[in-house]
């Protein structure tokens, strides 16, 4: 196969993630099932969600680990950009590639996820009238109705501080390909707990943590696609073991 072509395993990854997104946009624009998980978080006594300030939510979850998933991100940052500045001697290609989408991932998962929240309508369970908010319930492919502002709440933004982690697969890919699917599949377990438990407090609905995984696994698969054609093409001094028919693997 030459190298401009696509290889196998990309294009399983893009139906994949195709046939995801449309799973997704069926849930939430479809089903009641996001209405009917925050109706059950919900108390209709006291008009609130209960575990909202729950320590374990509210510190826990949404403060201290995410200043650890921060602290960790910083790292796989800066470990890539010293690197591809002075490349550590001996290391195979996999683990290059492994170490560049990671840091890449840290900024990019987020990043993405923050500007498609900017850029969207749908409102937070909170905010909704429906559970002593103020604003319309919409589906994603709904109109807001005029006068209402956007919501700003689609994909959820706190799961994307684990969920640049799914990139860890990228160091036993395509190699190992159980591992690393196994290890992804893990991290992205870990990005959907930290999504669920803000459900839990009434700060998103399930789809908006369906679409933050969607998102990290795209822009993943993005990024490892790009890393493995760029270093493929570099020159082997400072390189070790680096396949020149990676990008055909």
Known sequence: MRASKASKPAVLVTFALAASALLILWIGQYTDIDLRLADSFFDRASETFPLQHAWFAEEFNHEILKKILTAGAVGAVLLALYDAWRPFGGWEWSRRVGVRVLGMSAIMVPLVTSLLKRSSDSHCPWDLTRYGGTAPYIRILDWLPHGVSAG??????????????????????????????????????????????????????????????????????????????????????????????????
């Not at 994909?155 to 501080?161: I, Q, R």
């Not at 599949?185 to 995984?213: D, E, K, N, P």
């Open 152 to 249: 700003h709440c689609l994909p959820g933004g706190h799961a994307s501080s684990a969920l640049w982690l799914v990139a860890l697969a990228a160091f036993w890919w395509p190699k190992r390909p159980r591992m690393g699917l196994t290890v992804g599949a893990a991290m992205l377990a870990l990005g959907f707990g930290v999504g669920w438990i803000q459900q839990l407090r009434g700060a998103h609905f399930l789809t908006h943590t369906l679409w933050s995984c969607w998102v990290a696994c795209a822009v993943v698969f993005v990024v490892y696609e790009f890393n493995a054609k760029v270093l493929a093409k570099l020159p082997a001094v400072g390189y070790s073991s680096v396949p020149r028919n990676a990008t055909q693997q």
